[in-house]
């Protein structure tokens, strides 16, 4: 039971990395929270510090999500408890305890999640995120397309229902906690129309 509660204790810590932060502070003494979409994010920091710094962030946020989910793993839990770990850690880039649980959207750390769990999956869905972020320059509306597509691709690809259920959870909050940003859709459709 204490390894059980310790992969959680490990993915919440490891998604509480805050690289977008770290590194907009490094590079340009700014709180990236306080500029921008004010989101702790990889999109953000591209906006307002560089495309190389954004990356980085990116990479390091889809990362620890992978890492999460690898270490509960090679600690042999049960497959809830490796759920779970992957579950914290998107609480923990959301809810990060290093800078005062203000944290970003998460969707670079569920991209690491199901890079583990669900490989084939997450590639194919990150072609229509991939063009929706082209098309839009819009974080949220790649969320909404993760939304749509994730779980159904999950269902499909991997054909298990308790995989199926932990995307559509995962999904569903993610949209929860951006609750306020839909009315951004509208102006997305209208600026994409034009």
Not at 133 to 149: E, P, V
Not at 167 to 188: C, G, M, P, Y
Request: glycine share 12%; charged share 10%.
């Amino acid at each position: 039971m204490l390894l059980n509660v310790a992969v959680l204790i490990i993915g919440y810590l490891l998604g509480s990395i805050p690289s977008a932060y770290v590194i907009a502070k490094w590079r340009k003494g700014i709180d990236i929270r306080q500029t921008g979409t004010h989101n702790m994010g990889a999109g953000n920091v591209i906006g307002q510090v560089g495309p190389l710094e954004g990356g980085v962030v990116a990479i390091v946020d889809i990362a620890k999500g992978a890492a999460a989910v690898l270490i509960a793993q090679a600690l042999e839990v049960s497959q809830p408890w490796v759920l779970g770990a992957g579950f914290t850690a998107m609480l923990g880039h959301s809810f990060p305890i290093y800078i005062g649980f203000r944290g970003g959207q998460g969707v670079c750390t569920v991209i690491g999640v199901f890079s583990v769990l669900a490989p084939v999956a997450i590639i194919i869905t990150l072609v229509p995120l991939g063009a929706v972020i082209f098309i839009t320059r819009h974080i949220f509306a790649s969320i909404l397309i993760m939304g749509l597509f994730l779980p159904l691709i999950v269902w499909l690809i991997e054909g298990s229902t308790a995989l199926t259920l932990y995307a559509l959870t995962i999904v569903v909050l993610l949209l929860f906690r951006n609750r306020h940003r839909l009315k951004e859709i509208r102006q997305i459709t209208h600026r994409t129309k034009r």
